[in-house]
């Protein structure tokens, strides 16, 4: 077990907490978080590609010249995909992307990923986070104190009215609920700022 110190809002140490061995020092498998990223990439693809096929293009209904003796090769239709305006072969139709991993593998991952941020010393734990008025401002200097300007993953057990209205005109800045969390948002911030309840709730469903 890793110990970490606990912040206050104004960057200063208020108490130390233990870091769950099975959740924050799990071995960091570079594949299985690989696998992990790629399902949460193909799971958020829209799937609305489409091209018309040759009974999907308006027109065609006729002929365009008789069979023989017209000098031309034979044509039945203006809509063929061998014209100017006719259909398209092969091209791509709406489909779904998405798909699941197993629980375990997922779960897998998001230690490995939390690992891996504790490995770097990307994690930051404050006791509590709240501010008074939802103000840009606030949250600004807030994360200043805390030296958090190159990117920061807000996790909290509880939501925030506050937090999240202030946050969400930060660049690089991100609030997430804990049920959310997932291994993308994990590597797109480099830190991950998370309050003490989270750390608990994190290991009472991961650990």
């Known amino acids: 077990m890793a110990e970490m110190n606990i912040l206050n809002m104004n960057n200063e140490k208020v108490g130390t907490i233990q870091l769950d061995g099975k959740v924050f020092g799990a071995p960091v498998k570079k ?3 690989h696998e992990i990223v ?4 193909a799971n ?38 061998l014209w100017v305006g006719g ?5 791509p139709n709406p489909r779904d992307y998405s798909y699941k991993e197993p629980i375990k593998k997922v779960r897998g991952a998001l230690k490995s990923a939390l690992s891996a941020k504790a490995n770097d010393g990307e994690i930051v734990v404050v006791n509590d ?6 103000k840009t401002k606030l949250m600004v200097d807030f994360l200043n104190k805390l030296g958090l300007n190159e990117g920061v993953l807000i ?7 506050n ?8 660049p690089k800045v991100k609030v997430l609920p804990l049920r959310e969390l997932n291994v993308y948002d994990l590597l797109k911030y480099r ?3 998370i309050t003490e309840g989270g750390v608990k709730a994190i290991k009472e469903v991961l650990g």
């Open 44 to 81: 958020k693809r829209q799937g609305t590609a489409a091209t018309k096929n040759k009974a999907l293009v308006r027109g065609g209904g006729k002929k365009p010249w008789k069979q023989k003796k017209t000098g031309r090769a034979r044509a039945g239709s203006n809509r063929s995909p």
């Open 191 to 193: 830190k991950l700022l």
């Open 163 to 170: 937090i999240e209205l202030a946050s969400r005109n930060i």
């Open 38 to 41: 790629t399902m949460q990439l």
């Open 87 to 91: 259909g398209t072969i092969f091209g």
């Open 129 to 134: 986070l709240e501010i008074k008025e939802p």
């Open 155 to 161: 996790l909290s057990d509880k939501r925030d009215r």
């Open 31 to 33: 594949t299985l978080i």
